[in-house]
């Protein structure tokens, strides 16, 4: 994924919609939508313990909310409550949303702070290098996949996609090199492997093609 277009997003206020909804729908939040994406300025949730994981699709590093014991600490960029989660902020954002006058109509309800960072296009890094053009290798040494398209929502070309074959021992090496990553990322966290929220560049309301990172801003926040 180039790295303008990595993202994470804290709350979809709808998807799957014509551009003529979409624009009713920014008319109606325009006057709220500075306060919103201003919110993490003064809310500030912090996400730890960052580590590679992957699907059938893509790869993506994660992350999970942290709420350490303690009072807080102010500064003069604004109050930074520890007790205050990610899950406070999606709330927030929910309910601020709401209260501008449109309904939620999320794709995924399910709580998730990731970041994707590559998706699966192809399976060339991954089959038997030394078969030639129609040779098959043993069965224990390759399993049957499928390619998939980065947007999978264009069946008629998906379907073109042949099953190809994966060599068991390539896709072994590469999810031993995620968990390599993993265990550098773990003993990192000591020197502070966290993020706040809206750290360095502030909540992006955006619109348009966002699966992927693109589309463009509507309203940015404050960055912390």
């Given at each position: 994924?180039?790295?303008?277009?990595?993202?994470?997003?804290?709350?979809?206020?709808?998807?799957?919609?014509?551009?003529?909804?979409?624009?009713?729908?920014?008319?109606?939040?325009?006057?709220?939508?500075?306060?919103?994406?201003?919110?993490?300025?003064?809310?500030?949730?912090?996400l730890?313990?960052?580590?590679?994981?992957?699907?059938?699709?893509?790869?993506?590093?994660?992350?999970?909310?942290?709420?350490p014991?303690?009072?807080?600490?102010?500064?003069?960029?604004?109050?930074?409550?520890?007790?205050?989660?990610?899950?406070?902020?999606?709330?927030?954002?929910?309910?601020?949303?709401?209260?501008?006058?449109?309904?939620?109509?999320?794709?995924?309800?399910?709580?998730?702070?990731?970041?994707?960072?590559?998706?699966?296009?192809?399976?060339?890094?991954?089959?038997?290098?030394?078969?030639?053009?129609?040779?098959?290798?043993?069965?224990?040494?390759?399993?049957?996949?499928?390619?998939?398209?980065?947007?999978?929502?264009?069946?008629?070309?998906?379907?073109?996609?042949?099953a190809?074959?994966?060599?068991?021992?390539?896709?072994?090496?590469?999810?031993?090199s995620?968990?390599?990553?993993?265990?550098?990322?773990?003993?990192?966290?000591?020197?502070?492997?966290?993020?706040?929220?809206?750290?360095?560049?502030?909540?992006?309301?955006?619109?348009?093609?966002?699966?992927?990172?693109?589309?463009?801003?509507?309203?940015?926040?404050?960055?912390?």
């Open positions: 994924m180039p790295p303008p277009n990595l993202h994470t997003t804290v709350l979809e206020i709808t998807h799957s919609r014509t551009p003529e909804y979409i624009a009713d729908l920014v008319k109606t939040m325009r006057p709220s939508l500075q306060s919103i994406v201003d919110h993490t300025y003064t809310h500030r949730a912090k730890v313990k960052p580590m590679l994981s992957f699907d059938g699709s893509a790869c993506a590093i994660s992350f999970i909310p942290a709420a014991a303690g009072e807080g600490r102010d500064n003069e960029k604004g109050s930074h409550n520890y007790n205050y989660t990610y899950h406070h902020l999606r709330r927030d954002l929910y309910d601020l949303s709401k209260e501008s006058g449109v309904e939620i109509d999320s794709r995924y309800t399910v709580p998730s702070a990731h970041i994707t960072i590559a998706r699966f296009i192809t399976t060339e890094d991954h089959v038997p290098s030394e078969l030639a053009v129609g040779e098959t290798a043993e069965p224990e040494a390759i399993a049957s996949a499928t390619s998939i398209l980065a947007d999978s929502s264009q069946p008629d070309l998906r379907a073109t996609i042949p190809v074959k994966i060599e068991k021992s390539k896709m072994e090496k590469w999810v031993e995620l968990d390599e990553i993993n265990q550098w990322l773990s003993e990192y966290e000591g020197d502070g492997a966290e993020w706040i929220v809206g750290e360095e560049k502030g909540l992006d309301c955006r619109i348009g093609r966002l699966w992927y990172g693109g589309g463009e801003t509507v309203v940015l926040g404050k960055g912390i």
